[in-house]
């Protein structure tokens, strides 16, 4: 089987196979190429090395057990990925979540979109031969993520948002964590732009190399950064606001020749725009405390409420176990939309009375669990790449019937060929790693 | 509210060719003819509703019903911000709608994706291969009746390509 370029090629061209093992292309894409000595002639963009059946897989999992799949869309912003499903089956069942999670909600977003840039612009710029700027943002996201992994437990795979709300209560000292990072992290972009803005070797390399018009980013489908590099600044956070980010004050930085250094550019001037927002739901999450867990009274192990409950109701807080620290029943309110049925219920009740235990199963078990009625819904958040999208469709099973991702970087990518036609073989580098492919939300 | 009147623009525009159309859970639906989508999407694109944004494009399976495989479109304006849903149905045997590669240069890998996926064809697409799976492989995962873990057969080295 030969591919279109192969079938294409002029005579005298030589074809060259960049990929999928070459290390700029990170291993899932393969760029076939027709080249003129170094010069593009036309190349062919090959993708699907990574497929996993996002989709079909999630046909077959539950409304709730499919989660985890969506952490492993745009792995270095894992907490975006969840919020777009949970908005979508949320608008799916009609459901309201409580000021102090849609606050936690935002605050995670936008650390995730840190994280995103951050490690887009580290490879874009250590492919580029800028190691040091690589290692500066790798540390800025060390701080972030460590943030995160206190509160959700994981660094990457966090599965936190929920259907409903979120997980668990925020652990504590966060604000204090939050503040140290966002104070690290705005250090590091401080020496990274004295680094990179003036750099010649970078500006040779991203200025007016990889441009896109404004017009061919819209019939691309373009969203995000990437759009947002020509000029347009259109964002879901302002376009459609969803949570609180209507409350929140945040500018859309745009660019103006949409190069690879607007989308740079970009990028660093939104990653302070995300730190301002991390600042103002921090400050009002510490202004709104959320219900706090009596430390006085007998507490009792899960074992030891289970033996009591077999003579008589147990009287005692149940310490519940690390994995589920943060999602105490007093503090279930704050953190989850008031549904029996939809949300998960209170596990020191799948402790005590064998009412819960049944509550408990009944919500978890396949066959049992979350029923969105008949229907089909998009939804839509702004994640790292631009517009995340989820369309999906219930038979009113407990079971998406068609669950669809609107992937922001199947479209940016699908315009590499164009952007690097008719430039030279190292033009590549720097352009496919302005894009910020992610292969897990390009091939799903 | 903006969705419905891009809903009412689209009414006006072209009578013939909604079945159906109103709003669902808040997004604005249309449900047309096949044979009338180039004529809707240049209107969605250039009329009044100035949809500048080809959004996503998909399929869904009902093998149940007549039409089986319904196509979704999501169209987005950029100046009003609303967004509209147009779904088509098509026939289980030789499925087949027009390609909207000629408005949009992401309907390309979009289509792609569905022929690859669904096995529905695209008229005037210009390169209707497909995009995530490789050229050998037998049916089409995302149908119903794909069973979730069926295998495939191994494919032997390639002999033909450049080097050998």
């Known amino acids: ?444 | 509210m903006e969705e419905e009147k891009t809903l009412d623009a689209l009414r006006d525009a072209c009578p013939g060719a909604i079945l159906e159309a109103g709003l669902s859970l808040g997004d604005a639906v249309a449900v047309i003819r096949p044979e009338d989508l180039p004529a809707v999407a240049a209107f969605l694109r250039d009329g009044p509703p100035r949809m500048a944004m080809l959004l996503d494009l998909t399929c869904v399976d009902r093998p149940d019903e007549s039409g089986r495989f319904e196509m979704v479109y999501h169209f987005l304006s950029l100046e009003t911000y609303a967004r509209v849903r147009i779904k088509a149905r098509l026939p289980a045997v030789n499925p087949e709608i027009a390609s909207l590669t000629g408005l949009w240069k992401n309907a390309d890998w979009l289509e792609r994706e569905v022929f690859d996926l669904f096995g529905i064809c695209f008229a005037d697409h210009p390169n209707l291969s497909r995009l995530l799976l490789y050229d050998g492989f037998e049916g089409h995962p995302l149908r119903k009746d794909y069973p979730l873990r069926r295998r495939q057969p191994r494919i032997p080295p390639r002999q033909d390509g450049p080097g050998s």
């Open chain 1, 1 to 444: 089987m030969t591919t279109r370029l192969e079938r294409q090629a002029g005579p005298e061209s030589l074809l060259l196979n960049m990929g999928p093992s070459h290390p700029a292309m990170h291993g899932t894409i393969r760029i076939m190429l027709e080249l003129d000595g170094e010069r593009i002639l036309a190349s062919e963009v090959e993708i699907g090395f990574l497929h996993r059946g996002f989709e079909k897989t999630c046909e077959s999992k539950t409304f709730f057990n499919l989660l985890i799949y969506t952490d492993r869309l745009n792995y270095v912003s894992p907490l975006i990925n969840n919020l777009g499903y949970v908005l979508a089956v949320e608008k799916l069942l009609g459901l309201e979540i409580p000021e102090r999670a849609r606050y936690i909600r935002v605050l995670m977003s936008e650390l995730s979109r840190v994280s995103d840039h951050l490690t887009c612009l580290a490879a874009m710029a250590m492919e580029s031969g800028a190691f040091t700027v690589f290692l500066y943002m790798m540390k800025a996201r060390e701080f972030l993520w460590d943030v995160i992994e206190r509160t959700t437990g994981a660094r990457m795979t966090t599965s936190y948002i929920r259907i409903g709300g979120v997980r668990a209560e925020l652990a504590d000292g966060f604000a204090a964590d939050t503040r140290t990072a966002v104070k690290e992290t705005r250090k590091v972009l401080k020496d990274v732009r004295g680094l990179l803005d003036r750099n010649p070797i970078f500006l040779a390399r991203t200025r007016d190399v990889g441009v896109m018009s404004r017009e061919n980013a819209l019939a691309y489908g373009w969203t995000g950064p990437c759009l947002r590099s020509t000029g347009l600044a259109y964002d879901v956070r302002k376009a459609r606001p969803y949570l609180v980010y209507d409350r929140l004050a945040f500018d859309v930085p745009v660019g103006e020749r949409g190069d690879n250094f607007d989308r740079y550019k970009v990028r660093m001037l939104e990653m302070e725009q995300s730190l301002r927002l991390i600042e103002q739901c921090g400050d009002w999450l510490e202004r709104h405390p959320g219900p706090a867990v009596p430390a006085d009274g007998r507490a009792m192990v899960p074992a030891e409420a289970i033996r009591e409950a077999r003579r008589r109701k147990p009287e005692g807080r149940i310490i519940l176990s690390p994995n589920l620290e943060g999602s105490e029943k007093e503090r279930l309110e704050s953190l989850y939309a008031c549904a029996p049925g939809v949300v998960p219920p209170a596990k020191e009740d799948a402790y005590a009375s064998m009412a819960g235990l049944i509550g408990h199963f009944q919500y978890f078990m396949t066959g049992h669990g979350l029923r969105p009625p008949k229907g089909e819904v998009y939804a839509s958040v702004e994640g790292g790449n631009g517009e995340l999208g989820y369309y999906i469709v219930s038979d009113g099973g407990d079971r998406p019937y068609r669950l669809h991702l609107r992937a922001p970087c199947l479209h940016i990518v699908s315009a590499l060929e164009e952007l690097i036609r008719g430039r030279l073989l190292a033009d590549i580098i720097p352009t496919f790693g302005s894009m910020n492919m992610i292969g897990g939300e390009l091939d799903r």
